[in-house]
């Protein structure tokens, strides 16, 4: 059974850094690429960031582009969000989520997700 | 590429059908289009990706379809448990976008 479990959140001051982990089970973790996905208080789900299987492809939303990194320890089964600068619109809870792969059309895409943690929440408020 | 899902919110009764659209504002490449469910307090749900391949365990009341900019998922056999908000995705290989999400409301 896949699991992901996200942690690292919490209440952060406005340009302060946060680094949030997922850790994850159940599956060949290098073989799949891995995303964060925030959804800010009653809102819709807002891709963040995604890595492919090798770290050779890392993809940022605009939003966060610049200020947030993210990297995955393969050894580890593991993945950090390293989010710089935050501000009050980066409030959000955090899911951490598994790459499926979608091959039906010939060619190959991993950035949509056919599994997800349950979330971290992140804060940012003075 | 900016998703558009219509209706906002969609109000059924349980044994109906329901439809659900979301337009891209551009072609989406090699039909890189997906369905999630997300019910109240919990995280999302893969239901269906290119466009129309069914995930693992979704039953076949769910179908997706379309292509190009315009795409649906059409829901039948309505039960209580579908109601949710349900989210369109496109993706690539490096970067992906949802759409703003319709609520299934069954009454």
């Known amino acids: 059974e896949v699991q992901l479990v996200e942690s690292g959140g919490g209440l952060v001051q406005p340009g302060r850094s946060l680094s949030l982990s997922c850790v994850a089970s159940?599956?060949?973790?290098?073989?799949?690429?891995m995303h964060w996905v925030r959804q800010a208080p009653g809102k819709g789900l807002e891709w963040v960031a995604g890595?492919?299987?090798?770290?050779?492809?890392?993809g940022y939303a605009d939003s966060v582009k610049g200020r947030f990194t993210l990297s995955r320890d393969n050894a580890k089964n593991f993945m950090t969000l390293q989010m710089n600068s935050l501000r009050v619109e980066d409030t959000a809870l955090y899911y951490c989520?598994?790459?499926?792969?979608?091959?039906?059309?010939?060619?190959?895409?991993?950035?949509?997700?056919?599994?997800w943690g349950n979330g971290t929440t992140v804060t940012v408020s003075s | 590429i900016v998703l558009t899902q219509s209706p906002g919110t969609l109000s059924l009764s349980p044994g109906e059908r329901a439809s659900l659209s979301c337009r891209a504002s551009?072609?989406?490449?090699?039909?890189?289009l997906a369905w999630y469910q997300q019910k109240p307090g919990q995280a999302p749900r893969l239901l269906i990706y290119?466009?129309?391949n069914r995930a693992t365990g979704v039953p076949d009341r769910f179908t997706g379809s379309g292509s190009g900019t315009d795409f649906s998922l059409t829901i039948t056999r309505l039960a209580p448990e579908d109601s949710a908000v349900y989210y369109c995705?496109?993706?690539?290989?490096?970067?992906?976008?949802f759409g703003q999400g319709t609520k299934l409301e069954i009454k």
């Open positions: 989520a598994k790459g499926g792969i979608d091959c039906s059309s010939g060619k190959c895409f991993d950035f949509f997700m056919d599994a």
């Open positions: 159940g599956f060949n973790f290098d073989d799949y690429a």
């Open positions: 890595i492919i299987w090798n770290s050779g492809i890392i």
């Open positions: 551009q072609s989406v490449s090699s039909n890189s």
């Open positions: 290119g466009a129309f």
């Open positions: 995705q496109q993706y690539g290989t490096s970067s992906c976008s």
